[in-house]
């Protein structure tokens, strides 16, 4: 059973609470990248232009639950969405009381975890707030892999829920990529450690065609492998795990191209002399920091003849510029790749950023953690919720 989409819900005349994910980051108390914020704006203008009144609920960082704290505020957010929306948006501190004077037909609440019981998924906030709405509807992605007081209690006791068009567009993306794709799906799988993504790489194993890894979770099968790497950044406990999972891909003939020549240096800095070697050349001194060219060429030339492609994480430490290379080269190739393509996680939309190819990428999923549960196979507590509300009117 799919959620109920808010463009099925009458929104005219209606009090309606929306989740969203505007966990954008500061320096200074300046917001630094606002992607988040301009994903949300569709949702939010379409409530408006229904006549609805709206209530934007979300979080900022990790304060201590029930202190308010400046630094936490959000403030810039509630500007950055008034500028882009170009209609007043004031910030309410006391709204979960209900006593906020009249704000007009937008506001954004304070951050949801100065309440107590917003992490507990506590039952009387969550009836507070569906208190405060005729329809909740819940936008926020990348936090509905937690099950918290306004991303799944809310939708329990909320007279109507239901999915706004960031989610519902998260949720068939992710859906057209994994469960009927087109073939050949390739999965791009990077980042530092084996430990925070085998679930989803076994999950992923079973589905794919072909299953490409980057950065320390490479170096981590090719020491199963029996290649020596150095000093690279490896995971010597899940080398077991590694085995089992390279033998399984070949046995079910998927394919697992693993880096044939790589980048290493002595030092992690901008100023490391680099080079270029062959995977079984490593010494015991040097790190594994990024794949090299002839790899970086194979792995383009299987992303050109994909069907699908999902990525999540950089094949190298993208972020210093003598190892950027070879991610730079993979996300040209999944750029230019016909195939239907999604990204996600947070490195993987910095890399994305750095290397100009936003607008090439089918989707861009605005989820980290829930992005990577999703990849896993794992219930999103606060889809299952709306789903339940919408068997409920069955």
């Keep these: 059973m799919q959620p109920l989409k808010m463009t099925e819900v009458a929104l005219s005349g209606k009090r309606v609470l929306i989740r969203e994910d505007l966990n954008v980051p500061l320096k200074d108390g300046v917001i630094t990248s606002d992607t988040r914020i301009r994903a949300a704006i569709p949702t939010l203008r379409l409530a408006l232009d229904a006549g609805a009144k709206v209530l934007i609920m979300a979080h900022l960082g990790r304060p201590e639950e029930g202190v308010e704290a400046a630094r936490f505020s959000l403030a810039p957010v509630a500007k950055r969405l008034a500028e882009l929306l170009e209609f007043p948006v004031p910030l309410l501190?006391?709204?979960?009381?209900?006593?906020?004077?009249?704000?007009?037909?937008?506001?954004?609440?304070?951050?949801?975890?100065?309440l107590k019981g917003e992490k507990a998924n506590g039952e009387a906030l969550s009836q507070r707030m569906a208190a405060l709405c005729d329809v909740y509807i819940m936008d926020a992605f990348g936090c509905s892999h937690r099950a918290h007081a306004s991303t799944h209690g809310v939708a329990r006791f909320a007279p109507q829920a239901c999915a706004g068009l960031l989610l519902s567009d998260e949720l068939e993306a992710l859906h057209r990529a994994l469960d009927e794709p087109a073939r050949p799906l390739i999965a791009v799988v990077g980042g530092a450690k084996v430990s925070s993504k085998l679930e989803g790489l076994s999950a992923l194993s079973s589905v794919v065609d072909g299953l490409v890894v980057g950065g320390g979770i490479a170096?981590?099968?090719?020491?199963?492998?029996?290649?020596?790497?150095?000093?690279?950044?490896?995971?010597?406990?899940?080398?077991?795990?590694?085995s089992t999972l390279m033998e399984k891909l070949e046995r079910e003939e998927r394919s697992f191209p693993l880096p044939e020549d790589v980048v290493v240096a002595k030092?992690?800095?901008?100023?490391?002399?680099?080079?270029?070697?062959?995977?079984?050349?490593?010494?015991?001194?040097?790190?594994?920091?990024?794949?090299?060219?002839?790899?970086?060429?194979?792995?383009?030339?299987?992303?050109?003849?994909?069907?699908?492609?999902?990525?999540?994480?950089?094949?190298?430490?993208f972020e210093l510029a003598p190892?950027?290379?070879?991610?730079?080269?993979?996300?040209?190739?999944?750029?230019?790749?016909?195939?239907?393509?999604?990204?996600?996680?947070?490195?993987?939309?910095?890399?994305i950023e750095k290397f100009g190819v936003t607008d090439d990428i089918s989707y861009i999923s605005t989820g980290g953690g829930a992005f990577l549960e999703f990849l896993e196979g794992k219930e999103l507590p606060a889809v299952s919720m709306l789903e339940q509300r919408a068997q409920e009117l069955k």
Excluded at 223 to 229: F, M, P, Q
Excluded at 323 to 351: E, N, R
């Design 93 to 114: 501190t006391n709204w979960i009381e209900g006593d906020n004077g009249d704000w007009g037909d937008m506001a954004l609440c304070e951050n949801v975890r100065f």
């Design 219 to 242: 170096n981590t099968f090719l020491a199963a492998k029996g290649y020596a790497v150095g000093r690279s950044l490896m995971e010597i406990d899940l080398l077991k795990a590694a």
């Design 267 to 317: 030092e992690f800095s901008a100023e490391a002399n680099a080079q270029i070697k062959a995977v079984d050349e490593v010494a015991v001194d040097e790190m594994i920091l990024d794949i090299g060219p002839a790899s970086a060429k194979h792995l383009a030339d299987l992303l050109a003849e994909a069907g699908t492609i999902v990525w999540n994480g950089p094949v190298g430490a």
């Design 323 to 351: 190892f950027a290379s070879g991610s730079k080269t993979i996300a040209q190739a999944i750029a230019k790749s016909p195939a239907f393509s999604v990204a996600g996680g947070g490195d993987t939309l910095a890399a």
